[in-house]
């Protein structure tokens, strides 16, 4: 099975700091996102990849930026940490033909502003 | 642009009663839609999807959704609820534009009672 890891499930930060959600897949998956999860918003796409050190902007992508040196891995860098980045947030990997199989999620990190 | 509607935020069913989960989309072409189903603390799980071929879907579970293309929905459905099914459902369709993006509904959170 393709796993998808987060590496942290719960973060606590403090306004103002640099914050780095880490994503690793291990099926060699060409495609990466991070999506945030509000309640009564469901899912916003914040940044994806389509392939090592490339990066496109999603629907939200302000206050974020995105990493991806290797295949197998995708940051999401909070560059100044604010109270309304409080959310959970996901990470997806897919094969480029993805709309077959749809994405494999990570658990999710929640994270915290404080 | 592509987007999807979940017309309800909740619902609460009885368990062994059946429960259907609305899902509206606007799309111009054939659409790839998918349901997924997140339980408490963790991602989301895949849990059918359609692309093509029968109107009637079968997923994991013992859910099914049907596509209908005349009324733009394609509604989840399970004859008999237990209590793991609790838990929040995101319907999606998948974006044609670069790179093929997922589009969220906002979800509909699932209460099973005794």
């Known amino acids: 099975d393709v796993k998808v890891t987060q590496s942290s499930r719960y973060l606590v930060k403090r306004t103002g700091e640099k914050v780095f959600l880490e994503c690793v897949q291990d099926?060699?998956?060409?495609?990466m996102f991070w999506y945030r999860q509000d309640p009564g918003l469901g899912l916003r796409l914040i940044y994806f990849?389509?392939?090592?050190?490339?990066?496109e902007k999603g629907d939200i992508p302000e206050g974020y930026s995105v990493s991806r040196e290797k295949k197998e891995r995708f940051s999401l860098i909070l560059e100044s940490a604010s109270t309304n980045q409080t959310s959970m947030y996901l990470c997806?990997?897919?094969?480029?033909?993805?709309f077959g199989y749809g994405y494999t999620f990570g658990s999710g990190t929640r994270l915290t502003v404080v | 642009a592509q987007s999807v509607t979940q017309p309800d935020i909740h619902i609460t069913v009885s368990e062994g009663a059946s429960l259907e989960l609305r899902c509206n989309y606007s799309y111009g072409a054939t659409p790839y839609l998918f349901w997924y189903v997140q339980s408490p603390g963790q991602g989301l799980q895949l849990l059918l999807k359609?692309?093509?071929?029968?109107?009637l879907v079968q997923g994991i579970k013992g859910f099914e959704a049907e596509f209908k293309r005349s009324q733009s929905s394609f509604n989840l459905r399970k004859p008999s609820v237990h209590w793991s099914d609790a838990a929040e459902y995101f319907c999606?369709?998948?974006?044609?534009?670069?790179?093929?993006?997922?589009?969220f509904g906002a979800g509909t959170q699932v209460v099973v009672t005794p």
């Open positions: 999606a369709v998948f974006s044609t534009d670069s790179w093929g993006k997922l589009q």
């Open positions: 997806a990997s897919s094969i480029p033909q993805g």
């Open positions: 990849s389509y392939d090592v050190k490339m990066k």
């Open positions: 359609y692309f093509s071929g029968d109107t």
């Open positions: 099926m060699d998956h060409e495609n």
